[in-house]
């Protein structure tokens, strides 16, 4: 196994138009489309890596229900091992409505069985089997995965992989506790967006905010959307532009990123080289409607990458 990803799974319900915003008193509003499509950033994350030509396997939770079936149909057939995803008979699947205006979106999620994973249901054959070991979503799954997770990341890190942990946004806004320290400790890099790094150091500049979080342990790539990414190696600090492209939905191509970062560093690219695949794969994957449809594959993503700007920032 090349890639073992942890965190959530879930549909999500994408709503697109040019005026998504609803409107109260049971006015009822015209929108260019809705649609049901794969959701939950860990979801998306490894159809994208496998699409990038990895072997990889889902460790999540979902209802034994319409919206279930219906996420494990899907990743199957998208080559994903979900042999890992625990089905819940009494919680239904978590569902997430993603309001998207193309360059921005808003996004309204229940929580549902994702929130029920553990690090218990995580099999230990795939945990020490895997090359690499992502987290996404991290806050979504804090109290029941948070406790168990350091632990998780330290028995793959003695197996030989590498790890690396997305948090995505907190809805509680609390951004995080010893257990988020814990896991950072154990993580190898730590690939939070631009606001996400800023909540997380406490930092009212992304310089700050860098020089706090990789003084926590982990090595740190922040994402900057349609500017690209910025990384440290030892003292000095980077940046990878992508090509401008016209985005139809932005919705997972920071997961997609991450699936670009991760094909690279297992493909045996430095941490350049991965970032500008990773800034090339959630590119592409802005081209169509939802966090999958637009996954490119690796010699797509490749070719893409050749356009990615790399200078010192």
Not at 25 to 30: H, N, P, T
Not at 61 to 77: N, S
Request: glycine share 12%.
């Amino acid at each position: 196994m090349d890639l073992l990803v942890i965190g959530d799974c879930n549909p999500d319900v994408l709503v697109l138009g040019d005026d998504v915003t609803p409107e109260f008193g049971q006015q009822e509003k015209l929108v260019d489309g809705i649609s049901l499509v794969i959701g939950g950033s860990a979801a998306i994350t490894t159809v994208a890596a496998a699409r990038l030509g990895l072997r990889v396997a889902l460790a999540a939770a979902v209802g034994d229900d319409p919206a279930g079936r219906f996420m494990l149909g899907q990743l199957a057939r998208e080559g994903v091992d979900t042999s890992a995803v625990a089905v819940r008979r009494d919680t239904p699947t978590g569902m997430t409505v993603a309001l998207s205006e193309g360059k921005d979106r808003a996004i309204l999620t229940a929580t549902g069985a994702m929130a029920t994973l553990t690090a218990r249901d995580v099999p230990a054959s795939l945990l020490t089997a895997a090359r690499h070991v992502h987290v996404s979503s991290y806050f979504l799954l804090e109290r029941s995965l948070g406790p168990g997770l350091a632990a998780l990341l330290e028995a793959a890190r003695a197996s030989g992989a590498r790890t690396s942990l997305d948090t995505n946004w907190d809805p509680a806004q609390r951004w995080g506790d010893g257990s988020l320290r814990a896991a950072l400790a154990a993580t190898d890099l730590l690939l939070p967006n631009e606001t996400e790094a800023l909540c997380l150091s406490g930092a009212a500049t992304l310089a700050e905010a860098m020089a706090v979080l990789s003084g926590a342990g982990p090595g740190l790539v922040i994402k900057l959307g349609v500017r690209g990414a910025l990384w440290a190696e030892g003292a000095r600090r980077y940046r990878a532009e992508p090509p401008p492209v016209t985005p139809a939905d932005t919705t997972g191509a920071g997961d997609c990123f991450n699936a670009g970062v991760i094909a690279g560093l297992l493909g045996g690219l430095d941490l350049a080289g991965a970032v500008a695949l990773g800034c090339a794969t959630g590119a592409a994957s802005t081209l169509g409607a939802g966090g999958t449809a637009a996954c490119p594959d690796l010699p797509t993503a490749q070719a893409l990458a050749r356009s990615v700007t790399v200078r010192p920032a």
